[in-house]
Structures are given as C-alpha cells and as structure tokens.
C-alpha cells in the first residue's frame, strides 16, 4: 500500500470523531452570525443550537479556508514521510479547494520527492464524505495515492446529490429563488428538488407540494438513478430534521434494499446557505 494519508475539509459534514477514527485529517471552514464577531468551526457550536438560531431570525455567513491552513495541515502530513491526497469541498460552490491546490504547488517546490494531489469533488456535504470513504476504501484495497486519486476523479460525477429545504427563504437569501418565488412558495408549501451538478453548482430541479411529498421525491431519484439497487451504500444528511432522515431512510432501505450507512448533520457551514429542515440524499448513480 502506497504511503499517503487522505486529506479532507470540514464541508464533507462527516462528524470530527468519525474522520479521527478513520485517520482523515480536515481543514475547518468556519461560520459567524451576521452582526456579530465571534467567528466559529463546524464542531464549536452543536448543530441544533445553530439551527434554533437560524429559526430566530439569525443569518449564518460562511468563509473558506485559506491557503495557509492548508499548507500546515499538509505539512504535518509531508513531515512524517508522508504523501497526500485531498480530496476537497466543490470549486463550485467555495475557494476552498483553490486555497488548498495553492498550498499544494507551492509545497511540492519544498518536497520533490514527496507526492501531494489535490483533486476536486465537486461534491458537498455527505456527498463529499462519501468520496472521502469511498477512496478509503480504495487505499485499503491497496491502490496506490495515484490509482485512488483517479478512481475518484473518475465517479465523482457518479456521486449523485439530491436534496430538499424546508424554507425558501434561505434559498432567496443565495440568490437562488426569487423573493417573489419565496414568499408564493412558503405560503403554498411549496417544497423545491434540488441536486449539484457536473460543475459543481446547487442547480433547482423540481418542486413539489408537502414534506411527505419532498421526501418521497428523493427516494425516487434513488430508484431511478442509482448504479447498485440491491445494496448501494447511501448517505443521508440533514439539518435538524432527524424525523425526516429516519423517513427517507426507512422508504429506501423497505423499497430499495438500499443500505443507509450514514445519517448526519448538515453542518453550520453548509447549513448557512441551506436553512434547517434540509434534507440530503447522496449515493452512486448512474450519472449525477
């Protein structure tokens, strides 16, 4: 087995211990509340007294990681003799990757002999963290830091993301949906079917009336995309909405035979621009 430690960023909303376990270091983005100073990393305030202030009426507003965060975590790796893989939050949607491709070229000037590869998800949340265990899974298999960087560059586009809110006005506030559309939606019970597409991006597919009926909607683009129906591993992501996830997992495990491996938390980061009450199902399909 090549000798190379995978590198990730705390956008994959897989929990700090989890990552420890599996010796994954992370870069953290970090969040504050709009008028206030106090600046904090996913794991410094607990996901549900983020979303009860989210209900009040605080706005969350996010910030990258930046390139020297990333050349110390790569450091510490590289000094022990070890290569790095990162495999990193969405260009699409953050610079963070671009901070840590930065960090990358200007560290293998210091170490020639040492590989570091970056490689761009293009992936969010537990979408992210599944291609994080995904080339765990390769690396164990023995592959080399080249093979496993590959293996994921090449199904990374596999790695489908669908997703459901409860509010649109957390949507309004990205720019994704008007005000207009917002405020008919909300009063409606409209509910929006969104995915992450091939460039990265929160792209609005769908929208349906009703909870039920969203989380319905995601079930059914397992069963209709995904590449392994008798088994595949899911990963499903929430924000504070627990009831839901167990639902969604329910339907697809009784309809599908799916195997739910992980239920999380949508993090603060990710969780500013989505709003509580999101829902998200990742998996590997057929294409994205």
């Not at 605080?58 to 590289?78: D, I, W």
């Not at 091939?198 to 009336?209: A, D, F, T």
């Not at 992980?262 to 829902?279: E, K």
Request: aromatic share 8%; net charge negative.
């Amino acid at each position: 087995m090549d000798n190379f430690i995978i590198h990730t960023d705390s956008a994959c909303d897989l929990k700090p211990e989890l990552l420890a376990e599996w010796g994954v270091p992370y870069a953290s983005l970090t969040f504050r509340f709009d008028g206030e100073e106090d600046e904090f990393a996913n794991g410094d305030m607990p996901t549900d007294a983020f979303y009860a202030k989210m209900r009040a009426g605080g706005v969350g507003k996010t910030a990258a990681v930046n390139s020297e965060t990333f050349r110390k975590a790569f450091l510490k790796s590289l000094k022990e003799d070890k290569d790095v893989l990162y495999l990193g939050f969405s260009s699409g949607l953050s610079t963070t990757y671009n901070s840590a491709r930065l960090a990358a070229e200007e560290l293998r000037g210091q170490f020639p002999d040492r590989k570091i590869i970056t490689v761009d998800t293009l992936a969010a949340s537990a979408g992210q963290g599944l291609l994080v265990y995904m080339a765990l899974e390769k690396q164990k298999s023995g592959a080399t830091i080249e093979e496993t960087a590959a293996y994921i560059e090449g199904i990374k586009l596999n790695l489908c993301h669908w997703f459901t809110v409860d509010d649109l006005v957390y949507l309004k506030r990205g720019g994704r949906v008007s005000p207009t559309v917002a405020f008919v939606g909300n009063v409606l019970g409209i509910k929006p079917v969104l995915h992450v597409d091939n460039e990265g991006h929160l792209v609005n597919v769908s929208k349906v009336r009703g909870r039920k009926t969203a989380v319905a909607a995601l079930a059914e683009k397992y069963g209709a995309l995904a590449n392994d129906l008798a088994g595949g591993t899911v990963y499903i992501s929430h924000g504070d909405c627990m009831k839901d996830a167990e639902e969604l997992a329910s339907i697809l495990k009784e309809k599908y035979g799916a195997t739910v491996q992980i239920i999380t938390d949508v993090g603060p980061v990710i969780g500013s621009h989505s709003g509580p009450g999101t829902l998200a199902l990742f998996f590997v399909g057929k294409e994205r």
